[in-house]
T-cell receptor, first 112, second 112 residues
Framework: DAGITQSPRYKITETGRQVTLMCHQT?????MFWYRQDLGHGLRLIYY???????DKGEVPDGYVVSRSKTENFPLTLESATRSQTSVYFC???????????FGQGTRLTVV | QKEVEQNSGPLSVPEGAIASLNCTYS??????FFWYRQYSGKSPELIMS????GDKEDGRFTAQLNKASQYVSLLIRDSQPSDSATYLCALRPKAAGNKLTFGGGTRVLVKP
């Protein structure tokens, strides 16, 4: 039972580069979310998806792009990475009709 | 005013004592409330959910909800060193659909 997995776990990239963070869940949950966690800001929602091909912006979407062509995958792309995007990124999923959300193990991204 | 407020701590608790964590929120229409535990360097882990006014107990954990006063609390009885972590309060504001809003978290230190 793999649940929800993120890859890579750690990533260092240079300013201006495009980078994609992957999120895969095996539960067939309808809802998926991307959060970033920074000291002093807690967890903030970047994007979320209610189903395949349905995505919407969260609190801090600028500089990020998402897609959801398959229910189980929800990749997050930083189109042109900036130092301010250095953070820990968490993916989460939630089954429709159930209120609890569950998190992946996180990706620590450093932009240099 | 932040949507979800928590004292950042650290809350220092002797082993065996009760740890009491509080969370206040601004959206009166919020319906579902959650407590997540996050160990350093790890992902948030759901430990309690509560939807109705009153108390909900699960093992050593008790969640308390008072919608009229707009606060939710978490009690940890018989605190153990393994309870040392950051505890995140989360809720769904009324107009937010399935999106979770998080507080900044309270760091708890249980001293042997």
């Amino acid at each position: 039972d793999a649940g929800i997995t993120q890859s890579p776990r750690y990533k260092i990239t240079e300013t201006g580069r495009q980078v994609t963070l992957m999120c895969h869940q095996t539960w067939s949950h309808s809802y998926m979310f991307w959060y970033r966690q920074d000291l002093g800001h807690g967890l903030r929602l970047i994007y979320y998806s209610a189903a395949a091909d349905i995505t919407d912006k969260g609190e801090v979407p600028d500089g990020y792009v998402v897609s959801r062509s398959k229910t189980e995958n929800f990749p997050l792309t930083l189109e042109s990475a900036t130092r301010s995007q250095t953070s820990v990124y968490f993916c989460a999923s939630q089954k429709q009709g159930v209120l609890e959300a569950f998190f992946g193990q996180g990706t620590r991204l450093t932009v240099v | 005013q932040k949507e979800v407020e928590q004292n950042s701590g650290p809350l220092s608790v002797p082993e065996g004592a009760i740890a009491s964590l509080n969370c206040t929120y601004s959206d009166r229409g919020s319906q579902s409330f959650f407590w997540y535990r996050q160990y350093s360097g790890k992902s948030p882990e759901l430990i309690m959910s509560i939807y109705s006014n009153g108390d909900k107990e699960d093992g050593r954990f008790t969640a308390q909800l008072n919608k009229a006063s707009q606060y939710v609390s978490l009690l940890i009885r018989d605190s153990q060193p393994s309870d040392s972590a950051t505890y995140l309060c989360a809720l769904r504001p009324k107009a937010a659909g399935n999106k979770l809003t998080f507080g900044g978290g309270t760091r708890v230190l249980v001293k042997p």
